[in-house]
């Protein structure tokens, strides 16, 4: 995958978080303290959220596992989160979206953003 590219995919209800693409430990850190909250139940799980390093493919990948985004608020707060991490990070910019629903209450987001173009 090139440098200027980074996808993020969000798969809800349970909340699953999967960063393809360079992107810095200190953005993954922040993501690990906000995304929790930033869900519309809170994390019941004896085990805090971790966004943990995949190699095949590789990527970062998370499931908040006790907890649920409503459609109405807590999905659209779940994705301001996550796009205020990568712009603090600097420099992405949001290219294009697509949302995907599967059978049952599943739907799959999928974020594409690019770094130095124009």
């Given at each position: ?17 999967s ?79 697509t ?5 049952g ?14």
């Amino acid at each position: 995958m090139s440098e200027v590219n980074l996808i993020v995919n969000v798969t809800c209800n349970p909340p699953v978080i999967s960063i393809f693409g360079p992107i810095k430990e200190k953005t993954i850190d922040h993501l690990n303290e906000v995304l929790p909250s930033s869900c519309s139940t809170t994390n019941t799980g004896k085990v805090p959220f971790v966004l943990m390093r995949k190699d095949e493919p590789p990527h970062w990948y998370g499931e908040l596992k006790t907890q649920f985004a409503s459609s109405e608020i807590g999905t659209s707060h779940l994705f301001v989160s996550l796009f205020n991490a990568l712009e603090d990070e600097g420099s992405w910019k949001l290219r294009g979206s697509t949302a995907i629903t599967h059978d049952g209450d599943k739907c799959t987001y999928r974020f594409f953003f690019v770094r130095g173009a124009y």
